[in-house]
């Protein structure tokens, strides 16, 4: 091979590596292209996304205020209960010491 084959060899090489890389550039470039339609899509797609954080977000909120006064009522609950049933205890013990109270007086 002589110096003007070598050099023809060597142009034939790099113009058709310079071929393949320009197609696959263009392909590349075809397949990840992004239109403008997509773009709005997209854009509506993160405003729904948005709204529905921020919907989810009150929720949690209405959720955690809902909890708060629902532990809130329970705890008020429970008191009440316990002062209804220490007074109930106190009111039957009180019975028990008026029945043993009149058995006693009957039975003089």
Do not use: C, P
């Not at 310079?18 to 997209?42: D, H, Q």
């Amino acid at each position: 091979m002589n110096r003007t084959e070598f050099i023809i060899a060597t142009a034939v090489i790099l113009f058709v590596a310079f071929v393949l890389g320009w197609f696959a550039s263009w392909l590349v470039n075809r397949f990840t292209r992004v239109t403008k339609a997509e773009i709005g899509e997209l854009d509506k797609m993160a405003q729904a996304l948005h709204e529905a954080e921020e919907t989810r977000d009150q929720a949690i909120t209405y959720l955690q205020q809902r909890e708060a006064e629902i532990t809130n009522q329970l705890s008020q609950t429970e008191a009440e209960l316990r002062a209804a049933m220490d007074g109930l205890r106190e009111a039957r013990h009180e019975a028990e010491e008026l029945r043993g109270y009149i058995e006693r007086k009957d039975g003089k």
